[in-house]
């Protein structure tokens, strides 16, 4: 299955330049590509191209037809910049969309146009009404899968018929957000980084939520100290990787629960790019730099990620402050950077080798372990996994970014601005290059 995911912005975008019109209109996009280890092919909208009426050879109520000047150009941009073109075009009416033998036909010749310039990537069409869309490869029978991404998670078409089961056990979550809520929460594949005190709390959380897809990362062994906060450990579970002790809880709990475990440090990218396949990513980590490389996952894939932070700050055993941080990453979203959450200094420290940290002049001394307590990890969590059930059902949760302060008993919402020229989050960075742009991470 080949899955085209695109900005809900860049979606608005082309649903109110195209629809209402009076005619016929057409747009291009470009994506770039992703693929992760389980073979799901992604097209990943970076850019469009919005013709004018002079972009026309024919336009009316029930056709449309491009010049094949303007069609020569998107075509020599997506040669040269190695991606593939998704053309859209819009049908009458508010009938759901259909693509019809004019459209068979000018695939055609759109797809022989292509192969004589020798662009060989996968391209494809996109067709809207008023009714919803549809999208297939170009010129093929084959159907492509519509995800837009941004303050929301929406499934803009999906071939497969939504045929999986709720059973009883979800019965007061489908009276909170239907049935097709719990599909979509059962259908999701969700990547956990940190199985530690909050990301083992999450995973605890999602399983009994229903979802049965996951994706665990970490390097970590479960210590005595992780005892207090690790939910599913046990005190013969010592030496134990913590993606077993997760796996196990939720292989328990629910049978059928898929789990791909990977034990390994995420800032090297040989792991980062296991998560590629997910539907969202939940960062639960405590260092700069793994925060740093999941973002760009996010941002370069165009995978949602709630990263999820707490803080007790203490001077001399008196508890001085107690924090929490969700916040939302991906496109639409401000990046940790904008939001001056990282630092370029302990990014370069975290991913630096132990023989590299040693023979570097500048970094002294090693980290200390930060207070840490269950219940604050629970509440964090919870603000976390609420922020996920907004994102990828109806539930009315709108904010993305929340700040919580235990001492003052708040919990506010932040609005961040991201930077124009971002090397991260912007048009001009990383955002939607997908396998053409290479992790800043370890490449050992």
């Known amino acids: 299955m080949i899955e085209l995911r695109i900005a809900a912005t860049d979606m608005q975008t082309l649903r109110s330049a ?6 016929e209109q057409g747009a291009v996009l470009f994506a770039s590509h992703g693929r992760g280890e389980g073979g799901c092919d992604r097209l990943l909208v970076r850019d469009m191209a919005l013709p004018v009426r002079g972009d026309y050879k024919k336009s009316g109520i029930d056709h449309a037809e491009l010049k094949p000047e303007f069609v020569a150009r998107v075509a020599k941009r997506a ?17 759901p969309a259909h693509f019809s033998s004019i459209d068979d036909y000018g695939e055609a010749e759109l797809a022989a146009f292509l192969a004589r310039r020798g662009q060989t990537n996968i391209h494809a069409a996109m067709v ?3 009714g919803g869309l549809r999208a297939r490869v170009l010129a093929q029978s084959d159907d492509v899968r519509v995800v837009s991404v941004g303050d929301r998670l929406t499934v803009e078409f999906d071939p497969k018929v939504a045929d999986e089961c709720v059973d009883l056990q979800f019965d007061r979550q489908v009276r909170a957000f239907g049935t097709t809520g719990q599909q979509s929460l059962q259908g999701l594949r969700v990547a956990i980084v940190g199985l530690g005190g909050t990301g083992s709390i999450i995973a605890q959380q999602l399983v009994h939520l229903g979802v049965r897809d996951f994706i665990l990362v970490d390097a970590d062994y479960l210590e005595v100290t992780n005892l ?3 939910v599913g450990a046990r005190p013969d579970d010592i030496g134990r990787s913590k993606v077993e002790v997760a796996r196990r809880y939720l292989e328990h709990f629910a049978p059928s629960v898929k789990v791909r475990p990977v034990i390994g440090d995420v800032v090297r990218a040989s792991v980062a790019g296991r998560l590629i396949d997910a539907d969202v990513i939940l960062c639960c980590t405590d260092s700069h730099g793994s925060r740093s490389v999941v973002q760009q996952l996010a941002y370069q894939y165009l995978l949602p990620c709630i990263d999820v932070g707490s803080t007790i700050t203490a001077d001399t055993g008196e ?10 990453l991906g496109p639409d979203q401000p990046c940790l950077w904008c939001t001056d959450l990282l630092s370029s200094e302990e990014v370069r420290r975290d991913l ?3 023989f590299e940290r040693k023979a570097d002049p500048y970094i002294q001394g090693a980290h200390e372990p930060a207070p840490s307590v269950i219940s604050l990890n629970g509440t964090v969590v919870s603000l976390a996994v609420t922020m996920l059930l907004g994102l990828a059902t109806s539930v009315p949760v709108d904010s993305r970014h929340l700040i919580y302060n235990a001492r003052a008993s708040t919990l506010r919402p932040v609005r961040g601005v991201a930077k124009e020229d971002c090397f991260i989050c912007s048009r001009a960075g990383v955002f939607g290059r997908g396998d053409a742009q290479q992790l800043f991470a370890r490449q050992d």
């Not at 195209?18 to 005619?23: H, I, V, Y």
């Not at 040269?80 to 819009?90: I, N, P, R």
């Open 18 to 23: 195209l629809l209402g019109r009076g005619r």
């Open 79 to 95: 040669r040269l910049d190695g991606l593939s073109l998704v053309f859209v075009h819009t049908h009458p009416g508010e009938s």
């Open 128 to 130: 809207l009404s008023l």
């Open 228 to 230: 207090n906060r690790v």
């Open 319 to 328: 508890v001085t402050g107690i924090f929490g941080r969700v916040q939302l």
């Open 352 to 354: 630096m080798s132990e």
